[in-house]
């Protein structure tokens, strides 16, 4: 700033004055003082000055698993939609589902100050999210749970949605229906589970652990599961899948082996009524949790400095959506 007033022949005050735009600034100064400043390429360190100021950075730390999946870039983009509208900017971080590397993303996010967190945790150690929380900043998870320390978070119909989705294979016919989904570790994964269990528990149909395949992140590692289901000597009729990843996988596999094995899976992704199969998908609104998810945090923040509120939970419901002509199992 020093150098800009200097170049500008002003003193350092008034370089201050006429870039806040101080109307007591006469327009032939100021613009005496920009054009300094793009000579020098100046750029003013907000964060430092925000910091001098006792104001927040402006900043909002968004922790996604896998930023290749467009569930959590939509969940980003929701964010920021919201956290936009208060002059707020968004800083993403990608945790390869690696709960090490979250947790140096959380610590770097904290060291800079930023004015809070919305994070998708990778597993249900979550100290660090806790120790965040414990030294001011607020924290709100999304589509999972808090472990271990009270917070706000935003999760979908998990168990609801996929209960309903493995009902309406069994009202079209199915009785043996496998299930490819996440790693144990992982919520959403154990909620769709115990849905896809309930339903088969609820039509009396016994579960049978040799149509149960979990752990799969990618889509290859799902087309493999999947191969391996429709290999077996009984293969299953239909196949329900935790996640988009897992019915992209499934869809390829069941391609690949030429069978008319029904389909159907949590999350709608693009290009699903492309498939050219029928296909019945659990559908939420994606931006939804991620606004609702930036809501809370904006209203954490707006009271961080008062007797802290409850922690609440909000779940976004699921609806059901069918692409092709629908299939009639076979009874078997």
């Not at 930023?67 to 959590?72: G, K, Q, R, V």
């Not at 992209?248 to 391609?255: E, P, Q, V």
């Not at 029904?262 to 994606?286: N, S």
């Amino acid at each position: 700033m020093r150098d800009v007033a200097e170049r500008a022949a002003v003193s350092a005050m008034t370089a201050s004055r006429a870039l806040r735009e101080d109307p007591r600034v006469l327009p032939a100064t100021r613009e005496r003082v920009l054009a300094a400043v793009a000579e020098l390429g100046y750029r003013p360190n907000k964060v430092a000055r925000s910091l001098r100021l006792g104001h927040g950075t402006g900043l909002v730390g968004v922790v996604v698993t896998n930023l290749a999946n467009p569930f959590y870039s939509r969940l980003a983009l929701g964010v920021d939609s919201v956290v936009g509208q208060q002059d707020l900017k968004t800083v993403i971080g990608n945790t390869a589902q690696d709960p090490d590397r979250e947790r140096s993303l959380v610590a770097d996010l904290v060291a800079r100050r930023v004015d809070g967190i919305i994070a998708v945790p990778a597993g249900a150690d979550q100290r660090h999210l806790a120790a965040a929380a414990a030294e001011g900043v607020p924290v709100v998870l999304a589509s999972r749970p808090p472990v271990g320390f009270d917070a706000d978070c935003v999760l979908v119909d998990d168990f609801g949605g996929a209960r309903a989705g493995t009902e309406r294979l069994l009202a079209m016919g199915h009785r043996r229906i496998g299930f490819l989904g996440s790693p144990p570790a992982v919520y959403t994964g154990t909620e769709r589970l115990r849905g896809y269990r309930a339903a088969l528990r609820d039509a009396d149909v016994p579960v049978d652990e040799r149509y149960v395949r979990q752990g799969q992140r990618e889509t290859a590692e799902a087309a493999a599961a999947a191969g391996e289901l429709l290999a077996l000597p009984d293969p299953p009729t239909a196949l329900f899948c935790s996640n988009n990843r897992n019915t992209i996988g499934a869809f390829r596999a069941i391609s690949a082996a030429a069978t008319d094995t029904a389909l159907a899976g949590f999350d709608d992704f693009e290009l699903a009524d492309a498939l050219g199969l029928p296909l019945t998908l659990v559908a939420y609104d994606r931006d939804e949790l991620g606004r609702e998810a930036a809501r809370l945090l904006l209203d954490r923040m707006r009271h961080s400095k008062g007797t802290p509120a409850a922690p609440r939970r909000t779940v976004v419901p699921t609806t059901l959506v069918e692409y092709g002509a629908r299939h009639v199992g076979p009874g078997a």
